[in-house]
């Protein structure tokens, strides 16, 4: 399997790229900003009801109030 790096094209100026199956919010996009660094590179960002994959690595939607 290829990179995603390897097939999206590079944009001069961009900080970051995302490849994500839904549309982001203004405060998704925030968020990303603060997790991903500027180097230009591209991410995927598969947002589900109680899970997130960052580049393949899953992330769980949890309230912090219910941790233990």
Do not use: Y
């Not at 996009?29 to 960002?45: A, E, Q, S």
């Amino acid at each position: 399997m290829k990179d995603i790096n390897e097939i999206l094209p590079k944009i001069p100026n961009m900080k970051w790229g995302a490849l994500m199956n839904k549309s982001p919010t203004d405060e998704k996009i925030d968020h990303m900003n603060k997790i991903f660094p500027p180097n230009g590179r591209w991410h995927t960002v598969f947002e589900e009801n109680d899970q997130v994959h960052i580049d393949g690595k899953r992330v769980w939607k949890k309230d912090p109030k219910s941790w233990t």
